[in-house]
T-cell receptor, first 110, second 111 residues
């Protein structure tokens, strides 16, 4: 079992939908959580990062962490076709080397 | 502020050859990490350099090596290339926190 599990999708939604992307993890030593967006043929781009349990909002994006359930989520409101990409969760323990999920492919169709 | 720059963007090599990839981190960032990304395995950590020293290493064979120069630029070398080395190789730089900033990657194809 991988330390970080993420459904690869693809997840296909209509424009304007609320998107929920999720990761689970097995090691409670993970303390710092990040979401990256990766467009085709590009490097991952850091979207959001958070340390504590709870919600963190940035524009249309909300990151949610539930350490007791070892579960993190990224919500995208009013999704746009330009949000179509692969979304990777990542998390770190004591070192700064993140462990990545496999990524979820999101398709937002007009 | 310039981002992480990787060169070249694309490479085609033959089995058995060796290859060197280059990464220039964001100015001021002293940590540089390398990752291999494939559809089957996702993003896998290769190694991390900080102030010219390898600080962390992933589970890759010794054919994969790297180094970092005094200006924080880094190179990654793969010797005796195998077909399975075909991947997107990503470099990330880090200031002093958990957030890594990635370059565009080098797409290596081994034929």
């Amino acid at each position: 079992q991988k330390e970080v599990e993420q459904d690869p999708g693809p997840l296909s939604v209509p424009e304007g939908a609320i998107v929920s992307l999720n990761c689970t993890y097995s090691n409670s030593a993970f303390q710092y959580f990040m979401w990256y967006r990766q467009y085709s043929r590009k490097g991952p781009e850091l979207l959001m990062y958070t340390y504590s349990s709870g919600n963190k909002e940035d524009g249309r994006f909300t990151a949610q962490v539930d350490k007791s359930s070892k579960y993190i989520s990224l919500f995208i409101r009013d999704s746009q076709p330009s949000d179509s990409a692969t979304y990777l969760c990542a998390m770190t323990k004591g070192s700064y080397i993140p462990t990545f999920g496999r990524g979820t492919s999101l398709i937002v169709h007009p | 502020k310039a981002g992480v720059t990787q060169t070249p963007r694309y490479l085609i090599k033959t089995r058995g050859q060796q290859v060197t990839l280059s990464c220039s981190p964001i100015s001021g960032h002293r940590s540089v990490s390398w990752y291999q990304q494939t559809p089957g395995q996702g993003l896998q950590f290769l190694f991390e350099y900080f102030s010219e020293t390898q600080r962390n290493k992933g589970n890759f064979p010794g054919r994969f090596s790297g180094r970092q120069f005094s200006n924080s630029r880094s190179e990654m070398n793969v010797s005796t290339l195998e077909l399975g080395d075909s991947a997107l190789y990503l470099c990330a730089s880090n200031l002093q926190g958990h957030e890594a900033f990635f370059g565009q990657g080098t797409r290596l194809t081994v034929v």
